[in-house]
């Protein structure tokens, strides 16, 4: 079980950090999306959804030759930031961020497109400014979508691993996620441990799903007139 504990800690780690990015970077892209018309809106949608589709390794290509030394962005924040981010659980969080992303995006975009606006311009005559229309209205309708996608969020972060493996490596300790445990321990043979972590990761995934379901079916009783 010892050895089961550190890539699950890391793994918990790894996840709950990409969730809040992917959360944050998924709300505002969802609203934006939802509420705002403009040129190329259906190529920027199908841009933010191409992790979903993407080879995880081609993922992880990209995100090594955006966070390398030998690119201008990876090169401007190790040398002004200080910050590493290939072979670092940091690197195992921007991967799984942008893995996970697209679920926030997608639940949060559907999550406030199901906001009646006439509720929100109710807001707006009552005197609330855009913000205020934002956190009193729109967002109590929709946040159980949201938060629906974001569990999703963080059970994909839990069992990424090709983009993960190729941007943090495979270092027991420090970038050895769960997924990448249980495929190093059954090449070496040690089924006790893929048991114990494929139980462990089976267990959380099937919660969050359920979690998941159960929300989004609240939020829709919720918003509908009947």
């Known amino acids: 079980m010892s050895e089961a504990l550190v890539p699950m800690l890391l793994t918990l780690k790894v996840a709950a950090w990409a969730t809040l990015i992917a959360g944050a970077l998924g709300v505002a892209a ?25 080879p995880p390794t081609v993922l ?6 955006a966070f390398g ?4 962005f990876g090169h401007w924040l ?3 930031l200080g910050i ?9 969080v921007a991967a799984s961020s942008i893995v996970a992303f697209p679920l926030v995006f997608k639940a949060a975009r559907a999550a406030f497109e199901a906001v009646d ?20 209205v729109t967002f109590p309708l929709a946040w159980r979508g949201i938060a629906a996608g974001a569990m999703l969020a963080f059970a994909r972060a839990i069992g990424e691993f090709g983009a993960t493996l190729m941007v943090a490596g495979n270092i027991p ?9 249980i495929y190093e321990a059954v090449h070496a043979g040690n089924d006790a441990l893929a048991n114990t972590l494929v139980l462990i990761a089976s267990a959380v995934c099937v919660a969050l799903l359920v979690a ?14 009947i």
């Open 30 to 54: 969802g609203l934006l999306l939802a509420k705002v018309r403009f040129a190329g809106r259906d190529v920027v949608d199908a841009l933010l959804l191409l992790p979903m589709v993407l």
């Open 60 to 65: 992880g290509y990209y995100l090594l030759v």
């Open 69 to 72: 030394r030998q690119s201008a």
């Open 78 to 80: 190790e040398s002004t």
């Open 84 to 92: 590493d981010l290939i072979f670092t659980w940091q690197g195992a």
């Open 117 to 136: 606006p006439n509720l929100e311009n109710a807001g707006r005559t009552l005197g609330y400014n855009e913000w205020t229309v934002f956190t009193r």
């Open 173 to 181: 300790g420090r970038t050895q996620t769960m997924s990448i445990a």
């Open 212 to 225: 998941a379901s159960f929300a989004v079916r609240r939020g829709y009783a919720r918003l509908s007139p």
